[in-house]
């Protein structure tokens, strides 16, 4: 079954730029109603020109989460009903130097944020009975790293948490579908320092979400090669990951 028998309208938070941005473009393909929700309001007022679908457009900044719940609730009430939701905005500072500021801002965004809009998006789909909820961890998720010690933190708060969202929807019966995105590399602004490799473009990691979309996955890594990395970053010992 593709998307588009499974879904009516998707919302994306985080749709300004990089795989938000994308997977909009490839939904509205399908013949998705959009609902697109970004912090950056010039960058997210350029998309719905470039779709034939109904866009909506709404303002939305997750680093001041109940303002973010607010705005989120009224994108839905707008849109009318909302099968599919994206959590896609997110920050992530390389600190070597383990500076606070920098710290606060990756917590603030990547968990009371990402929590924030997560609350509001279960509360709709309980209501509603079914749909699927989708989050943009990261491989960092797998293990911590002094270079971000908030990312990787952060990112493994997301994968929990969609876990946790996963089992609530589960005892309660409700065919509600939770899938954990966990991209490796990919070519957006996030991608960031020395030493990258194995970079996605942006087109081919929306599809690989997408395709778990379709297939109702509950966790899915971008691209897949990056499963090899994960579970070598989950059997190295701490004496040799130290050394890295």
Same mark, same amino acid.
């Given at each position: 079954?593709?998307?588009?028998?499974?879904?009516?309208?998707?919302?994306?938070?985080?749709?300004?730029?990089?795989?938000?941005?994308?997977?909009?473009?490839?939904?509205?393909?399908?013949?998705?109603?959009?609902?697109?929700?970004?912090?950056?309001?010039?960058?997210?007022?350029?998309?719905?020109?470039? /779709?034939?679908?109904?866009?909506?457009?709404?303002?939305?900044?997750?680093?001041?989460?109940?303002?973010?719940?607010?705005?989120?609730?009224?994108?839905?009430?707008?849109?009318?009903?909302?099968?599919? /939701?994206?959590?896609?905005?997110?920050?992530?500072?390389?600190?070597?130097?383990?500076?606070?500021?920098?710290?606060?801002?990756?917590?603030?965004?990547?968990?009371?944020?990402?929590?924030?809009? *997560?609350?509001?998006?279960?509360?709709?789909?309980?209501?509603?009975?079914?749909?699927?909820?989708?989050?943009?961890?990261?491989?960092?998720?797998?293990?911590?790293?002094?270079? *971000?010690? *908030?990312?990787?933190?952060?990112?493994?708060?997301?994968?929990?948490?969609?876990?946790?969202?996963?089992?609530? /929807?589960?005892?309660?019966?409700?065919?509600?579908?939770?899938?954990?995105?966990?991209?490796?590399?990919?070519?957006?602004?996030?991608?960031?320092?020395?030493?990258?490799?194995?970079?996605?473009?942006?087109?081919?990691?929306?599809?690989?979400?997408?395709?778990?979309?379709?297939?109702?996955?509950?966790?899915?890594?971008?691209?897949?090669?990056?499963?090899?990395? *994960?579970?070598?970053?989950?059997?190295?010992?701490?004496?040799?990951?130290?050394?890295?």
């Amino acid at each position: 079954m593709n998307g588009r028998n499974q879904f009516g309208c998707a919302v994306i938070i985080g749709a300004s730029s990089g795989i938000g941005a994308e997977l909009a473009r490839q939904l509205a393909a399908r013949g998705y109603r959009l609902g697109l929700a970004a912090r950056r309001v010039d960058k997210l007022q350029e998309l719905p020109g470039q /779709f034939s679908t109904e866009t909506v457009v709404c303002p939305l900044d997750v680093s001041q989460p109940e303002r973010a719940q607010t705005a989120l609730r009224e994108l839905i009430e707008q849109l009318g009903d909302v099968d599919l /939701f994206v959590l896609s905005a997110g920050v992530g500072h390389e600190n070597p130097e383990f500076d606070w500021a920098l710290e606060a801002d990756t917590l603030q965004v990547n968990v009371l944020g990402f929590a924030a809009v *997560a609350n509001v998006a279960t509360h709709h789909l309980e209501q509603r009975g079914a749909g699927m909820l989708v989050g943009l961890s990261s491989i960092a998720a797998v293990r911590g790293n002094g270079a *971000a010690p *908030a990312y990787g933190a952060s990112k493994a708060f997301v994968s929990h948490y969609l876990k946790a969202l996963r089992h609530r /929807f589960a005892k309660a019966g409700r065919a509600i579908h939770v899938l954990d995105v966990q991209p490796g590399f990919v070519d957006t602004a996030m991608a960031k320092g020395d030493g990258l490799f194995w970079v996605a473009p942006v087109d081919k990691a929306a599809r690989q979400i997408l395709h778990a979309i379709d297939r109702k996955r509950k966790q899915v890594y971008v691209t897949k090669r990056w499963r090899l990395i *994960a579970c070598l970053l989950r059997l190295l010992p701490d004496w040799l990951y130290h050394k890295m």
